[in-house]
Each structure stands twice: as C-alpha cells, then as structure tokens.
C-alpha cells in the first residue's frame, strides 16, 4: 500500500479538508481495503463539518497478481506498468470494473450485456454477480434480478 495526502471538498457545505489515502492496493481478501472494495464503500466519505456522505475522486491502483490486472483510477495510465490494465476515469467505473473482474468475468463479455439490458428496461442496471460454473451473469435493474447467460 502507498499512501497520499489529498484536498478535497465537500459538495454539499464546501468545506475543505485534508486526508491521507491510498494511492496503490494489492489484493488482499482478509484486508479491509478488498471488503470495502467489495461493498462499494471504499470511496466514501463522511464530512466532519455536515456529517454528509460523498464520494472522493482520486488517483488509485489495484493490483490482483491472483487473477493478473490492475485497475487503474486516473485520467491517464501511469507508465511503467506491466500487464492487463483497465483505466477508469472516476469511481463509479472503478467499482464497476472492480466487481465484474473481482468475480471471474471479463469485462467485454458484461459491460455489452449490461449496455443492452439498459436499453431494453430502459433504467440503470448495475452488476450484481458471475456464475462461472453456469456462465450466468446478474443485474440490479432498480430492485429486479435479471440473469443472462453468456455465450
């Protein structure tokens, strides 16, 4: 793990404020950083002046050596890294890309379907999760579960 000391601002009161965050993970399962990743909470973050919670945006890189990517959460790929690297323009991507690949998909087989079921329910769906034994893949799609089996 590396760490950084950032400024941010919450957007909601305007306050501002300093933290120190980690700027390089390695995949660590019994880590709280892997369980916050998973739940989707690892980006998020109370305001100590208006007790809101926001998302901070800031630079970060994933490593799994189990399953061999990196996810990298930037404007731009940081050079000298070696292997898959899937770039992510903000946090929401990072934890999308994070789940599909946390569980065994790839991501250009569910990100098309995913793309599709939007159209067709016409709302957002998010990934839900991967069964690799049966291919199936599922969605969130505003409180319905829907599975697609893949090719």
Known sequence: ?????????????????????????????????YQRLRDGTFFVHQCQSCKKLF???YPLIYKDPVRGFLIINS????????GQCILTRNTRQFLEAFS???????????????????????TACSFSGYDEKSGMVWFDCRGELVGVKLK
């Open 75 to 82: 404007q731009s790929r940081p050079e000298g890294l070696k």
């Open 1 to 33: 793990m590396k760490k950084r000391i950032f400024e941010f601002t919450c957007p909601h009161c305007g306050a501002s404020f300093f933290l120190c965050r980690d700027t390089y993970l390695v995949r660590e399962e019994k880590g709280a950083e």
């Open 55 to 57: 998302d901070l945006e």
């Open 100 to 122: 599909i690949l946390d569980a065994g998909a790839r991501l250009m087989d569910v990100l098309p379907i995913k793309k599709r079921l939007e159209a067709l329910k016409k």
